[in-house]
């Protein structure tokens, strides 16, 4: 049984979301680390015939889960990512909240960009880091994340991923102090 792909259908669904967001082809491209042909063609009806390799960057940068665009052309409709259930983070108690702050992590990780969202609720979380920069009130905040499909419980795997970690935490510490001027 052969089950009929309405290529215009998936079209026209990329194309609104994008437009929603406001995006111009050429940001769906930068965003979703794909070429502005890729776009291109992808919103034009006649633009495939079999799904391209690009469809999962494609899917995440539009906040759709993995398989959406299949969905999307056998009549169905996109599934949206939703951010991981997150309980709201105290600030440390020597830092003073911004007023624009939303007092939640979850309205915090719900306006991450969606390509970051997945990355966050697919892979497994190995660790974490807050850096404080130069520049009072700047922090780089970083997630190392494993992919699922080499998640391990392997305990030589989970140390060897922690020294990498480790490795590159101490670069990023080393740039994150470095000795250049900064505006004040």
Do not use: C
Not at 33 to 56: F, N
Not at 69 to 78: D, H, I, M, Q
Request: aromatic share 4%; proline share 7%.
């Amino acid at each position: 049984m052969t089950t009929t792909r309405d290529w215009k259908r998936l079209a026209e669904a990329i194309r609104d979301v994008r437009k929603a967001r406001g995006w111009r082809q050429e940001d769906l491209a930068e965003a979703a680390g794909i070429g502005y042909s890729t776009v291109q063609r992808a919103e034009s009806s006649d633009g495939y015939k079999t799904m391209p390799l690009t469809i999962d960057k494609i899917e995440r940068t539009l906040g759709w889960t993995p398989g959406s665009a299949r969905a999307v052309l056998e009549g169905g409709t996109p599934t949206l990512l939703t951010p991981p259930a997150a309980a709201p983070v105290p600030p440390a108690a020597d830092t003073e909240m911004p007023a624009s702050a939303s007092g939640d992590a979850a309205g915090f990780v719900a306006r991450l960009p969606a390509r970051i969202q997945h990355e966050l609720a697919d892979g497994e979380l190995v660790d974490t880091d807050v850096i404080e920069l130069q520049r009072k009130g700047m922090r780089l905040i970083v997630f190392a994340t494993r992919d699922p499909e080499q998640a391990t419980e392997d305990r030589a795997e989970k140390a060897e991923d922690i020294r990498e970690w480790t490795r590159v935490q101490r670069r990023l510490r080393g740039l994150a102090s470095d000795e250049r001027p900064v505006d004040k």
